[in-house]
Each structure stands twice: as C-alpha cells, then as structure tokens.
C-alpha cells in the first residue's frame, strides 16, 4: 500500500510564498502523472497542477505564471513553490498519484490513483 505524505502548508500573506512538498512511500514499481488538487472551503475540489514522470507540467489558468511544479523521481516527490498568493488560493492541497505497484500491474496496465490526506494553506489578504 502506498502513502503520501504531504507537508509545508501553513498561514501567509498575500504576495507570500510558500512551497510544498509531497513524498510518496511503500510498495512502487513506478509512479506516473503526479498532482496538486485544492479545495477551498464551501467549493468542489479542483485541478492545481501536474506533472508527468517525464516532468511535463500542467497548470489550472488560475495558477499559471505564479506556481511552479516539479518533482524528484529516485524520492517519489513533487513539490509546489506557490508564489504571489492571493487570497482566493486559500484552500486544502492534496497531493495525488497514478502508480504501478509492482512489474505484474506493469505488465496488464494495472494503475493505481493514492490521495495524501491534505495541507492547509491560508492566504491572508
């Protein structure tokens, strides 16, 4: 079973920095896209950023320009410097990723989706 830990969150002001970090842990043949989800309160969760094993991002509109994902592939990492915030970025982060436990799911295309538990990050304006 595979966990992820996430970790960084906290309080900020707006213009602020903050980066975060994600490691995963336990039984990993290889991980594949890796992610930023968030969801800020009284609304749905959404898309923040992903990146690709091959290190191809993707970013929400929102975030484009002041975030920044990347990830370390030998420490099942990824990580988010959020630079800028504002306010509205206020919100629970959860970290997600697509995996393959060992070689037999590799050979049948057997892939995995793991949350991590969430990080508080609170803008004050």
């Known amino acids: 079973q595979v966990h992820l830990v996430e970790s960084g969150g906290g309080l900020v002001q707006a213009g602020g920095s903050l980066r975060l970090s994600c490691a995963a842990s336990g039984t990993i043949f290889s991980i594949n896209t890796m992610g930023w989800y968030r969801q800020p309160p009284g609304k749905q969760r959404e898309l923040v950023a992903t990146?690709?094993?091959?290190?191809?991002?993707n970013y929400a509109d929102s975030v484009k320009g002041r975030f920044t994902i990347s990830r370390d592939n030998a420490k099942n990492t990824v990580y988010l410097q959020m630079d800028t915030l504002k306010a509205e970025d206020t919100a629970v982060y959860y970290c997600?990723?697509?995996?393959?436990?060992?070689?037999?799911?590799?050979?049948?295309?057997?892939?995995?989706?793991?949350w991590g538990q969430g990080t508080l990050v609170t803008v004050s304006s």
């Open positions: 997600n990723a697509d995996y393959i436990p060992d070689i037999w799911s590799a050979t049948r295309g057997r892939n995995v989706e793991v």
């Open positions: 990146i690709t094993r091959g290190g191809s991002p």
